[in-house]
């Protein structure tokens, strides 16, 4: 499967999703005008992934900010894994920002996999 890599723009996350590592990471901010159209190929990979993933996955979420509709896609992105195993979420967050923490917590419960919480310095 090939590896899929992005370059972050000031509206966009850098993106490398890596199926022979099995390492999906998100860095940056999000808030695309068209949010559905900039995640749309990035799902597809997800799903191709997860019909043969690697033993251990993981997902480096270190956004900045992100925006209500990407918001929307990170919930649905990482609703794809609650049924795969081996798979922890790495969320990033700088130490001051109790809203991206408090994010992350929310996703958590709401998905029902494995948080690994971590500051971005």
Same mark, same amino acid.
């Given at each position: 499967?090939?590896?899929?890599?992005?370059?972050a723009?000031?509206?966009?996350?850098? &993106?490398?999703?890596?199926?022979n590592?099995?390492?999906?990471?998100?860095?940056?901010?999000?808030?695309?005008?068209?949010?559905?159209?900039?995640?749309?190929?990035?799902?597809?990979w $997800?799903?191709?992934?997860?019909e043969?993933?690697?033993?251990?996955?993981?997902?480096? $979420?270190?956004?900045?900010?992100?925006?209500?509709?990407?918001?929307?896609?990170?919930? *649905?992105?990482?609703?794809?894994?609650?049924?795969s195993?081996? &798979?922890? &979420? #790495?969320?990033? #967050? #700088?130490?001051?920002?109790?809203?991206?923490?408090?994010?992350?917590?929310?996703?958590?419960?709401? $998905? *029902? $996999?494995?948080?690994?919480? #971590?500051?971005?310095?």
């Amino acid at each position: 499967m090939e590896k899929m890599k992005l370059n972050a723009t000031f509206e966009t996350p850098a &993106v490398t999703l890596d199926s022979n590592i099995g390492k999906l990471e998100f860095t940056g901010r999000s808030l695309p005008e068209d949010t559905a159209t900039f995640y749309r190929p990035i799902l597809k990979w $997800i799903e191709t992934y997860l019909e043969a993933p690697n033993i251990i996955t993981n997902i480096d $979420i270190k956004l900045e900010y992100f925006n209500t509709a990407t918001s929307k896609v990170l919930l *649905n992105m990482l609703s794809k894994f609650k049924d795969s195993n081996n &798979v922890t &979420v #790495h969320w990033f #967050h #700088h130490e001051e920002d109790e809203d991206m923490l408090e994010s992350g917590k929310e996703f958590e419960e709401l $998905i *029902n $996999i494995p948080f690994a919480y #971590h500051t971005m310095e």
